[in-house]
């Protein structure tokens, strides 16, 4: 029987190799164990996932994570794959206002992802990125930090956190 949980990444131990795109000082870990990001740059803010890489074909798997904005502001995510067969985008906003506490963000992998080239089963049996754009506007929109936390990829429904 394969173990349903793949990859989990709650950053008890430090960023373990996560990037952005900011440079090393816009990603630290907060006092809660959440992998933070400062928007303090032009451009977008892309998260890369360094341990979710591999096989993430599966009967019923999904991809999820719990995000929070500080700031008023709260734009869509955008989640990209990777693959020598193609790439996959799915996106999702935020919802919750500030002070409102986190979103759980939950895509399963055997629903639409906006597919911009490839055959998904064959994108999904070898994901060579991950990458997570965590804000899409520039530096100035109100929200100054997001993060991220318990981030799992799995190959079988989980119930909801």
């Known amino acids: 029987v394969q173990d349903p949980i793949v990859t989990i990444e709650d950053f008890s131990t430090g960023t373990n190799g996560w990037t952005t795109n900011d440079g090393p000082a816009a990603l630290w870990v907060d006092r809660t164990g959440a992998l933070c990001l400062v928007d303090n740059e032009p451009g977008d803010l892309t998260l890369f996932l360094p ?3 591999g096989d993430w074909g599966g009967p019923k798997g999904q991809f999820e994570f719990t995000a929070y904005y500080e700031g008023s502001n709260q ?8 693959s020598p067969a193609g790439s996959a985008v799915f996106r999702d906003g935020l919802t919750n206002l500030e002070g409102a506490g986190s979103e759980h963000i939950s895509r399963p992998l055997d629903e639409i992802w906006w597919e911009e080239d490839g055959d998904w089963a ?27 936390d318990d981030v799992v990829l799995t190959r079988v429904p989980r119930l909801p956190i």
């Open 122 to 148: 064959t994108i999904l049996a070898n994901v060579t990125q991950v990458e997570i754009v965590v804000d899409i506007k520039d530096g100035h929109s109100g929200a100054n930090e997001i993060c991220i």
């Open 51 to 53: 341990a979710f890489l």
């Open 75 to 82: 734009w869509p995510l955008v989640i990209t794959l990777h």
